[in-house]
């Protein structure tokens, strides 16, 4: 036997979670997200715990401990549950007609109460009438009354088997309304997909413009932080403004940049990520046009897309606003090296001027010392040599003038090899 690697079932599995509901129409949906925030600071236990609360009142069965999705009745609903990234999802399905489309009452299956212990924030919230297609007269009076026509975007989806609608605008109950008619010979799996769909373009979309929102605020803070950075780079060419004046305005400027960096970095990176799933959903929507109406395609390029890139149009200006103040810091850097050596060179100078001057002076106070040591030579040798020299008759003058030119070269001698000796010994040392 082949040993299975320890996570083989695990890997097999994951690509069969999250499955399908199975929607019958007519039914009505009620769909919930909650902002939780990111991984290293969500608390997954409250979440759980949250859940738990849920299908205790309710009675329904507790999904496994790690489980991050859930499906199972309770009372006379469905509940579906997923975890994501960061957000849970909720979302009620209920089978039957409704006594009136979009109505409020079918959100009531979340108590008040357990909206308020929520661990996070509304980011969405839907409810989604479905229902057998009907005559194409009826249909399109039934969208004018229940979606604004301004921003009402219709098309027939997925080989015309249905027909998703929303003007994606908060109701006067907090919620966003779409419309979803079937065929009447196509299946519950398919009308599941469709409605996942719909979820998944809903809460993707949404979370996506939280990047958005993002970037305008960057924007305008960037805007100030490029006049204060171009001026500092102008300060560069001013050779009355010490550079270490314009380098220490520069870098509490590139901390903020790398701060905001740091700060909107996984904001953006989720934003793009949500963008392109939101793209792909509609895309496998495959969506046909419905008597002149938008598509959800032509409302996502008109309202959604521009929104996006706005959020890569500030992350590329946040990079390059880092790029620059990076190459102003070098700039300014390779300045003050520059200056520091032209000064370092200066006082090398200085103080080959001062050692030369210096070995002069030692030359002179060597030549003085020479001259004094013989003084006080050719003197004692005079008080030895004195008798011989009366003995012998000689002259004293005589005498001193031949122990002078003897005297003063044996002393310059001396010091010569004295200074040779500790000259090679400071060499030796070195």
């Known amino acids: 036997m082949v040993k299975d690697h320890s996570q083989r079932y695990q890997l097999a599995n994951a690509l069969h979670d999250r499955p399908f509901p199975a929607i019958q129409a007519p039914s009505q949906v009620a769909f919930l997200a909650l902002l939780t925030g990111p991984a290293p600071h969500r608390d997954l236990s409250a979440e759980r715990a949250h859940l738990l609360m849920l299908l205790d009142r309710h009675g329904a069965a507790h999904p496994a401990p790690d489980a991050t999705h859930y499906f199972g009745a309770i ?18 399905i209920t089978e039957g007609e409704a006594l009136r489309p979009f109505d409020p009452v079918e959100f009531d299956v979340f108590p008040p109460d357990w909206l308020d212990a929520a661990p996070g924030e509304r980011i969405t919230s839907m409810l989604i009438h479905v229902a057998k297609t009907p005559e194409i007269e009826s249909l399109t009076r039934d969208l004018k009354d229940w979606f604004v026509p301004e921003s009402l975007a219709v098309s027939y989806v997925v080989d015309q088997s249905a027909v998703i609608a929303s003007d994606f605008r908060i109701d006067s109950a907090g919620h966003v309304r779409f419309a979803l008619f079937v065929a009447r010979n196509v299946g519950v799996q398919r009308v599941g997909r469709i409605m996942q769909r719909i979820c998944e373009v809903e809460t993707y979309k949404t979370a996506a413009l939280l990047g ?39 870098l509490p400027l590139a901390a903020r940049l790398e701060q905001e960096t740091a700060d909107v970095s996984y904001r953006f990176g989720a ?54 103040a990076l190459r102003a810091g070098d700039l300014l850097r390779t300045r003050v090296d520059v200056e520091r050596s032209a000064q370092n060179q200066a006082i090398l100078q200085s103080m080959d001027k001062r050692a030369d001057l210096q070995l002069r002076l030692q030359e002179t106070v060597e030549g003085l010392s020479v001259v004094a040591v013989s003084y006080y030579t050719v003197n004692l040798l005079m008080y030895v040599l004195a008798p011989f020299a009366a003995a012998y008759g000689v002259n004293k003058a005589w005498l001193v003038t031949g122990l002078v030119p003897i005297v003063m070269l044996c002393v310059w001698a001396g010091v010569r090899r004295v200074k040779g000796r500790i000259s090679k010994r400071h060499s030796s040392d070195f």
């Open 75 to 92: 009372g006379r609903h469905f509940l579906k549950w997923e975890s994501h990234s960061e957000f849970v999802t909720y979302t009620i």
């Open 212 to 250: 958005y929102l993002r970037a305008q605020r960057l924007m305008r803070d960037l805007g100030g932080m490029d006049a204060q950075l171009t001026q500092l780079v102008l300060e560069m060419s001013d050779l009355e403004v010490a550079p270490e004046a314009t380098l220490a305005a520069l």
């Open 271 to 324: 934003t793009r990520a949500y963008e392109a799933i939101v793209t792909q959903r509609i895309s496998v929507l495959r969506e046909e046009r419905l008597k002149g109406h938008q598509t959800l395609a032509e409302f996502m390029m008109r309202r959604f897309d521009p929104a996006m890139r706005t959020t890569q149009a500030a992350s590329r200006l946040l990079q390059s606003m880092s790029d620059r």
